[in-house]
């Protein structure tokens, strides 16, 4: 019997999968796994390869610490959240974004990109989202902070945010790489340039997820009444009348009450009751 060999799926195209090993990097087929009527396989995956005629195939597939979907990758320790100056950020996407990851127990930090272009987006991020989650303003351009950020990072980290802020941007600018870029489109959106997720070894100890972005995410099998509980900013005030408020029509609201003093942002709660809202209409299907 030949022993197995352990290691991470860092690429997956068309049922070929790319496995980082200690023995090196193999181009392997997940025959072993999908003989046996298993669940599919995603990069982000500790797997088991096993080796027949000299070639390799996935035999196991370890347990999975979390799945993102749209697109799949698996196993995050880290989202790294990117927005920029341009394209307009789309706070909707990151509100929904850290509420995922808020369910399911995956660190977030954001990352407010191309700051040699301005500092309004930073400026925002840091008073909105700063005191619970990490803001880092940084520019793949110049390279300001980018080294200093990767250097503190450890274990799987993975970039999500709108095409165009410049995720494969920093990647390149971190490890010296000449991945493909794109730019806006007339109507100032991204080129959805990066199409397959791929896993980069940046370090023995760190591994950059370079993705599409998740913009198509849904916050599918989320209930509307535990979307409060991922709003550390709603949590923390913790003075409503009822304790199942949902901040939306309740009296004696302390999260309306915040709102009226100016001490929460008017433009995250708008976004909360509309993704409260859309909870709402897709629970009742
Ligand atoms: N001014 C400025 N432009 C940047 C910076 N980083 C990236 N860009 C530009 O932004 C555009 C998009 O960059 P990408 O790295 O392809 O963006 P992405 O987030 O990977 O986009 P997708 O792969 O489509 O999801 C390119 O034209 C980059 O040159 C930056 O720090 N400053
Ligand atoms: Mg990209
Ligand atoms: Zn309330």
Do not use: W
């Not at 298993?38 to 990069?43: F, Q, T």
């Not at 797997?47 to 799949?72: C, D, H, M, S």
């Not at 974004?97 to 127990?105: K, N, P, R, T």
């Amino acid at each position: 019997m030949d022993k197995s060999l352990s290691g991470k799926v860092i690429k997956g195209v068309a049922g070929v999968f790319t496995v980082s090993t200690e023995k090196g990097v193999f181009k392997c087929s997940a025959r072993g796994v999908l003989k046996r009527g298993e669940e599919k396989i995603y990069v982000g995956d500790e797997v088991t390869l096993k080796q027949e005629r000299g070639v390799y195939y996935i035999a196991t597939v370890k347990p999975r610490k979390n799945l993102f979907t749209r697109p799949y990758v698996s196993n995050v320790d880290k989202l790294l959240i990117v927005v920029a100056a341009e394209p307009i950020p789309d706070y909707m996407l990151v509100d929904k974004l850290l509420v995922f990851c808020e369910g399911y127990q995956v660190d977030a930090e954001i990352i407010v990109n191309k700051s040699d272009l301005n500092g309004e987006v930073y400026d925002y991020c840091k008073r909105v989202y700063g005191d619970y989650y990490k803001v880092h303003a940084l520019s793949a351009q110049t390279g300001e902070g980018v080294k200093e950020l990767f250097d503190e990072l450890t274990g799987n980290v993975c970039f999500a945010g709108q095409s165009a802020v410049g995720k494969t941007s920093l990647l390149n600018a971190l490890c010296g790489l000449s991945l493909e870029v794109g730019g806006l489109s007339k109507i100032m959106r991204g080129r959805n340039t990066t199409r397959h997720v791929e896993i980069y070894t940046v370090r023995k100890d760190l591994f950059v997820y370079d993705t599409c972005g998740f913009s198509l995410l849904t916050l599918e099998g989320f209930d509307e009444y535990e979307l409060p509980l991922y709003y550390p900013d709603f949590t923390r005030l913790n003075g409503c009348r009822f304790s199942t408020c949902t901040h939306t029509k309740e009296p004696d609201c302390s999260v309306k009450n915040a709102l009226k003093e100016g001490k929460l942002d008017r433009a995250r709660y708008d976004r909360y009751v509309a993704i409260f809202e859309e909870l709402v209409e897709q629970n009742k299907k």
